[in-house]
């Protein structure tokens, strides 16, 4: 079964609009590869944190702020796809 992708934001942050970017970009990047990506409000302030089948990824207080994309993507891959290529995203 393909992974699920879980991007749980804090509301009271206005971090809506983040979360679902960052939904498009997997969706967009690892169409064959993933079965869905949710996005969870949650009811921790300040909590951002992005899960694979319920192992945590990314956790914006761990890293201090937020990855961009492609470091994301990267992340992402690494769980979801090993050997796929990123393209211009793999990069330096």
Same mark, same amino acid.
């Given at each position: 079964?393909?992974?699920?992708?879980?991007?749980?934001?804090? !509301?009271?942050?206005?971090?809506?609009?983040?979360?679902?970017?960052?939904?498009?970009?997997?969706? #967009? =990047?690892?169409?064959?590869?993933?079965? #869905?990506? =949710?996005?969870?409000?949650?009811?921790?302030? $300040? &909590?951002?944190?992005?899960?694979?089948? *319920?192992?945590?990824?990314? %956790? &914006?207080? *761990?890293?201090?702020?937020?990855? *961009?994309?492609?470091?994301?993507?990267?992340?992402? &891959? %690494?769980?979801?796809? !090993?050997?796929?290529?990123? $393209?211009?995203? %793999?990069?330096?």
């Amino acid at each position: 079964m393909k992974p699920v992708i879980t991007i749980e934001y804090c !509301p009271k942050c206005n971090w809506l609009l983040r979360a679902a970017y960052m939904a498009q970009e997997i969706l #967009s =990047t690892f169409v064959e590869d993933v079965q #869905s990506v =949710t996005l969870v409000p949650s009811a921790t302030g $300040g &909590r951002y944190t992005i899960s694979i089948d *319920e192992a945590i990824v990314f %956790d &914006r207080k *761990e890293y201090g702020g937020f990855p *961009e994309i492609k470091e994301l993507k990267q992340k992402i &891959r %690494d769980v979801v796809h !090993p050997g796929k290529d990123l $393209g211009h995203a %793999d990069k330096h």
